[in-house]
């Protein structure tokens, strides 16, 4: 099974500012098969990110993704007060799924 | 717009097992093309995996949970289930039932349940 670590566990910046979020695989992945979810208090995930650096559709371009094999990064450029909330990471990993342990953002 | 939405007891006790059910609109399980998936989140944690079925029957478990875990389709209801046996504690957690594209990522989420096991 292949293990996402996410960096760090709790991100404490201000609107305005710049986010990087890192995800950590213990095994290379497809880019294809990475993604990124939001999750706000009391709702679902929404999806941001899929194959590493597509937006999924109606989401802002202050968010993007990079990277490959084992190292990915989910950048949001500017910080609006809606972009505080967890944020995961996930891999599919033929025919297997599994998430990083999630990224806080919170409010400075 | 698809939707889903899960339902059942809110409440199992030890030992039983939990039975949920997925009521997909805006789209047709039966037209293929998507993995239909369960997953949950245990209280304040991260999210688990369990499983999905493909429209034809075709299914694939978390190893974690395997022994335990049947999903099963029925496309004349447009609805998918989960059945997960000998329940303790540790299996409470908000369960959310999601279409999974063949590529790998979850593009649409139910609103999510919170099943408690508990006597």
């Known amino acids: 099974e292949i293990v996402l670590t996410q960096s760090p566990g709790t991100l404490s910046l201000s609107p305005g500012e710049r986010a990087t979020l890192s995800c950590r695989a213990s095994?290379?992945?497809?880019?294809?098969?990475l993604a990124w979810y939001q999750q706000k208090p009391g709702q679902a995930p929404r999806l941001l990110i899929y194959?590493?650096?597509s937006r999924a559709t109606g989401i802002p371009d202050r968010f993007s993704g990079s990277g490959s094999g084992t190292d990915f990064t989910l950048t949001i450029s500017r910080l609006e007060p809606e972009d505080f909330a967890v944020y995961y990471c996930?891999?599919?990993?033929?025919?297997?799924?599994?998430f990083g342990q999630g990224t806080k953002l919170e409010i400075k | 717009q698809v939707q889903l939405q899960e339902s059942g007891p809110g409440l199992v006790k030890p030992s039983q097992t939990l039975s949920l059910t997925c009521t997909v609109s805006?789209?047709?399980?039966?037209?293929?093309?998507?993995?239909w998936s369960w997953i949950r989140q245990h209280p304040g944690k991260g999210l688990e995996w369990i499983g999905y079925?493909?429209?034809?029957?075709?299914?694939y478990y978390n190893p974690s949970l395997k022994s335990r875990v049947t999903i099963s389709v029925d496309t004349s209801k447009n609805q998918f289930s989960l059945k997960l046996s000998s329940v303790t504690a540790a299996d409470t957690a908000v369960y959310y039932c999601?279409?999974?594209?063949?590529?790998?990522?979850?593009?649409?989420w139910g609103q999510g349940t919170l099943v408690t096991v508990s006597s």
């Open positions: 999601a279409r999974i594209t063949l590529s790998g990522w979850v593009d649409y």
């Open positions: 805006g789209g047709s399980i039966s037209s293929g093309g998507y993995y």
């Open positions: 079925i493909y429209y034809s029957g075709s299914t």
């Open positions: 095994q290379s992945v497809s880019s294809s098969y």
């Open positions: 194959g590493a650096s």
């Open positions: 996930q891999q599919y990993g033929r025919p297997g799924y599994t």
